[in-house]
C-alpha cells in the first residue's frame, strides 16, 4: 500500500508541475509579446464607432487599470496567479461584461463530455477489435478493419470532421451537422432537449472516434500478436484454459499495461482533435469559444481557456495514472 | 543501407506502397520548381474553371491553376514537415540519449521536463502563439515552434534503447578505452536509435502537417503562403462546396489523404522492420 501511496504523490507533484508551468508558459507567451491588450482592445473598441479623443484617453487609463499592465512584470505574474485562485481572470471583451471564467465553465462541460464518451467508445473498441484481430490474426473481417484502420488513422482530424460535414450536411442531410442542440428546444434537464444535445454530439464524437480508433486496434494487434507466441499463452491452451480466459485472463491483461499508458500519454493530442472538430461543426465548446476569442482579440478569454484546458488535461491525465496500478500489480508490490 | 531498402520493398508490401505514394507526392511537389505561374498571384487565370485537358485539377474562385497552386502547396507543406522533423529529431536524441546515457538526477531531471512537455496541450499553445505574434507569425516560426513542443514522446522511445546499450559491453570497452561521452554517444550509441528516429522522422512529419492544416484551414497561420491547410481555408471563405466548384476541395483533401497514408505506412513497415520478431514473421522463416 505504502508503494501505491508513493506512486499517487510522484504523479500528483506531476500535476501540479504540468498545471504551473503550463499556466506559467501562457503567461510569460501573453505578457512578453509586444502586442498589448488594452491597445487591441481599444483598437477595437475605435473602430465600431467614433469617440473623442478625450474618452479613448479615459478609455486606455481604464483598460491599463483593468488588465494591470502598467505594473512590472514580475507583480503582474503575482496578481495573475492571485486572480487565477480566485477564478476571477477579469471580464471577457466579445461578452462583455461577462467573466471570462463563466463563459469557460459553460463550454467546458460540453467540451469534457464529448471526450470522454467518444475516447471511451475509442479505447474499448479499438483494443476489443484490436486484440481479435491480434488473436484470429486470419479473419477476413478483422483484417478488414486493419485496413479500414490504416488508411483512417494518418488523417487529421479536421479532415475527417469536415468529410463528414459534407457527406451529412450537403450529400445526406439526416444529422445535425451545427451547433449542440436545436434552437427551438429549451435547455434543461427534459427528454427533448436531451434527444437533441445526443442527435448533435453524433457527428463530432463519430469523427473523432474515427480518426482514434486506429491508434488503439493497431497498437492493440501488434502486442497481442507478440504475446500469443508466448511460452504461457502455449502453455495454456495445451492445458486446455477456455479461450476466452485465456484472451481475458491472459492475453489483453498483459497487453493492456502499454495501452492505459498510452492512453494518458494521448489525452493532449485528443483534446486539440476535440477542439477542432468543434470548430467544424460549430459545436459550443472550449474549442469554438478559443477561436471566437481569438479573432475577437479577447486577452483575458484566451488566458481563460488556455489554463482551463491545460489543468484539466493534466488532472485527465492524473486520473488515467492512478487507475494505472489496478491493470499492473507490479506497481502496488515494488 | 541498400539492402535494407531492397528487403523492405520485397518482403513488406505496406512499405512499398508507402514508398510509391510518397514518391509520387514528392514529383508532384517538386514540380512547383518549374511552375509557368507564380501561385502567390490570384487572377491569372480564368477562375472556376472545372478540370480539363488545360486544367488537370481545375481553377478556383480565385482565378488560380489548381494543379500548380497545390503543386506549391505541397511543397511548401512537406518542406514544413521536414524542418519540424529535423529539428525535433535533434533534440530528441539530444534529451533521449543524454538521458538514457548518463542516468542519475540529469536522467531524472530531463524525464521530468519530457513528461510535463507530454502532458501540455499543444494546440491551444499554438493557437496562443498566432494570438500574440499575428501578422509576425510566418511559416518558419511556426517551424520552430513546433519542433521545441514535438519531441518529448519520441526523446522517451530513444531513451529506453539507450537504457538498455548503457550496459552493454561495447560501451564499457569504449569507456575503458579513453572515449570521450560525446564519442560515445555520437559513435557508439547513436547507429542503434538511428532505425526509431526514421520511424518517428515520419509519424512527427504526419503530426506537424497535420496541425499545420488544422491552423491553417482556421486562419490562425499566414494564409497568404500557398500550404495544403490555407489552400482549404481559402476553399472554406469563398464557400466552395456551396457554390458547386467541388474540386477546389475534393483534389486537394484527396491528395492530403494519399500523403498521409503514405508516409504512415512507412512509419508503420520501419516500426515493424525494427522488431525482429515480426521482421521474420514476414519473410516467411
Redesign the interface.
Known amino acids: 500500500m505504502t508503494s501505491y501511496f508513493w506512486f499517487v504523490a510522484k504523479r500528483a507533484v506531476l500535476l501540479v508541475a504540468v498545471i504551473f508551468f503550463g499556466v506559467s508558459a501562457t503567461f510569460f507567451i501573453t505578457h512578453l509579446s509586444p502586442i498589448s491588450p488594452v491597445e487591441t482592445a481599444l483598437g477595437r473598441i475605435a473602430n465600431q464607432s467614433s469617440f473623442s479623443p478625450d474618452a479613448i484617453e479615459d478609455m486606455r487609463r481604464v483598460l491599463t487599470d483593468l488588465y494591470g499592465t502598467d505594473r512590472p512584470l514580475l507583480q503582474q505574474y503575482v496578481t495573475f496567479w492571485q486572480k487565477l485562485a480566485a477564478g476571477d481572470l477579469g471580464p471577457s471583451l466579445i461578452a462583455f461584461p461577462t467573466p471570462a471564467m463563466t463563459l469557460v465553465m459553460q463550454a467546458l462541460p460540453w467540451t469534457v463530455a464529448l471526450l470522454v464518451v467518444s475516447t471511451l467508445i475509442t479505447f474499448l473498441a479499438g483494443n476489443l477489435l484490436g486484440a481479435l484481430a491480434g488473436y484470429f490474426q486470419n479473419n477476413m473481417a478483422l483484417k478488414a478493419f486493419g485496413v479500414v484502420a490504416v488508411v483512417l488513422q494518418p488523417i487529421p482530424y479536421y479532415v475527417v470532421a469536415f468529410v463528414l460535414l459534407i457527406l451529412f450536411g450537403f450529400v445526406w442531410p439526416v444529422l445535425p451537422i451545427s451547433g449542440g442542440y436545436a434552437m427551438d428546444v429549451a435547455p434543461g434537464w427534459t427528454l427533448d432537449f436531451m434527444w437533441s444535445v445526443a442527435l448533435h454530439a453524433i457527428l463530432p464524437a463519430v469523427s473523432l472516434v474515427l480518426v482514434g480508433f486506429g491508434t488503439w486496434f493497431l497498437g492493440m494487434r501488434a502486442l497481442v500478436s507478440n504475446v500469443v507466441t508466448e511460452d504461457y499463452v502455449t502453455y495454456a491452451e495445451l492445458a486446455g484454459v477456455k479461450r476466452s480466459t485465456i484472451m481475458g485472463g491472459y492475453v489483453i491483461r498483459n497487453a493492456m499495461i502499454p495501452q492505459v499508458t498510452g492512453l494518458a500519454m494521448n489525452i493532449g493530442t485528443v483534446f486539440s482533435g476535440t477542439i477542432i472538430t468543434e470548430q467544424v461543426f460549430n459545436y459550443p465548446g472550449l474549442g469554438s469559444l478559443l477561436i471566437d476569442a481569438v479573432f475577437g482579440g479577447d486577452y483575458a478569454l484566451v488566458l481563460a481557456v488556455s489554463t482551463i484546458s491545460i489543468t484539466a488535461v493534466g488532472i485527465a491525465i492524473f486520473i488515467v495514472d492512478l487507475l494505472y496500478p489496478l491493470i499492473d500489480p507490479r506497481v502496488k508490490a515494488e | 543501407m541498400f539492402a535494407v531498402l531492397r528487403d523492405l520493398v520485397r518482403y513488406n508490401n505496406?512499405f512499398a506502397i508507402g514508398l510509391v505514394l510518397v514518391a509520387a507526392i514528392g514529383i508532384f511537389a517538386l514540380a512547383s520548381l518549374f511552375s509557368p505561374v507564380d501561385p502567390n498571384l490570384i487572377f491569372t487565370t480564368i477562375p472556376d474553371q472545372p478540370p480539363s485537358a488545360e486544367f488537370w485539377f481545375g481553377t478556383n474562385s480565385r482565378g488560380q491553376d489548381m494543379f500548380w497552386q497545390l503543386s506549391e502547396a505541397f511543397r511548401n507543406s512537406l518542406v514544413f514537415g521536414l524542418t519540424v522533423a529535423c529539428i525535433s529529431r535533434i533534440i530528441a536524441i539530444t534529451v533521449g540519449l543524454l538521458s538514457g546515457y548518463l542516468g542519475g538526477w540529469i536522467d531524472r531531471v530531463l524525464m521530468?521536463v519530457n513528461?510535463?512537455f507530454?502532458?501540455?496541450?499543444?494546440?491551444?499553445?499554438l493557437?496562443?502563439?498566432?494570438?500574440?505574434?499575428?501578422s509576425d507569425m510566418n511559416t518558419v516560426t511556426l517551424a520552430l515552434i513546433m519542433a521545441c513542443l514535438g519531441w518529448a514522446?519520441d526523446a522517451r522511445l530513444i531513451r529506453s534503447v539507450a537504457l538498455g546499450l548503457k550496459h552493454r559491453e561495447f560501451t564499457r570497452h569504449a569507456v575503458f578505452a579513453g572515449m570521450s561521452t560525446r564519442k560515445i554517444l555520437l559513435q557508439e550509441h547513436l547507429p542503434f536509435v538511428m532505425p526509431i528516429v526514421f520511424a518517428t522522422f515520419m509519424n512527427n512529419m504526419?503530426w506537424s502537417?497535420?496541425?499545420e492544416?488544422?491552423l491553417a484551414?482556421?486562419?490562425?497561420t499566414d494564409i497568404n503562403t500557398p500550404t495544403i491547410g490555407t489552400v482549404?481555408y481559402w476553399a472554406n471563405s469563398h464557400s466552395a462546396?456551396v457554390v458547386g466548384v467541388w474540386w477546389w476541395?475534393v483534389i486537394p483533401?484527396v491528395l492530403?489523404?494519399l500523403t498521409?497514408?503514405g508516409?504512415?505506412?512507412l512509419a508503420?513497415s520501419t516500426n515493424?522492420y525494427i522488431?525482429p520478431?515480426?521482421r521474420l514473421r514476414r519473410m516467411g522463416v
Open positions: 505496406e521530468f513528461d510535463i507530454v502532458a501540455i496541450p499543444i494546440f491551444p499553445v493557437v496562443l502563439f498566432y494570438f500574440v505574434l499575428r514522446y504526419l502537417i497535420g496541425l492544416v488544422t484551414v482556421l486562419g490562425l482549404l462546396m476541395i483533401v492530403t489523404a498521409f497514408l508516409l504512415f505506412l508503420v515493424e522488431d520478431r515480426s
